[in-house]
């Protein structure tokens, strides 16, 4: 699976960002999908995820900010990221696990995708 991200860039703090990731994989096929971003010196922290139930998950800083979304016909996940703050800045990556479920049990595969860099002025 590969994963391609785009939409990153430098936005002045209060902008409105989307980021993009197409999939090589079909959206039905993932188990989950999520937003991962990793600021310098800092570890790589979950920002929000949708698994196939179509459910969606985000961490307390960019509740009512941030809105994941996926669209299966163009086999793309989405981060609407509004009300931008420096805080934000960091680098994005997109995220798929898919769980193989065979009769002995099940395996978890993870990919990554290669990130895009967002910086939020203030």
């Known amino acids: 699976v590969q994963l391609v991200e785009s939409g990153g860039g430098l936005v002045q703090s209060g902008d409105t960002l989307t980021l993009s990731c197409i999939s090589s994989?079909?959206?039905?096929?993932?188990?989950?999908l999520g937003w991962y971003r990793q600021a310098p010196g800092k570890e790589r922290e979950l920002v929000a995820a949708?698994?196939?139930?179509?459910?969606?998950n985000y961490v307390d800083s960019v509740k009512g900010r941030f809105t994941i979304s996926r669209d299966h016909a163009k086999n793309t996940m989405y981060l609407q990221m509004n009300s931008l703050k420096p805080e934000d800045t960091a680098v994005y990556y997109c995220?798929?696990?898919?769980?193989?479920?065979?009769?002995?049990?099940?395996?978890?595969?993870?990919?990554w995708g290669q990130g895009t860099q967002v910086t939020v002025s203030s």
């Open positions: 994989e079909s959206l039905w096929n993932i188990d989950v």
């Open positions: 949708i698994p196939s139930d179509g459910s969606t």
């Open positions: 995220n798929a696990k898919i769980v193989v479920r065979t009769i002995e049990g099940e395996s978890k595969l993870e990919y």
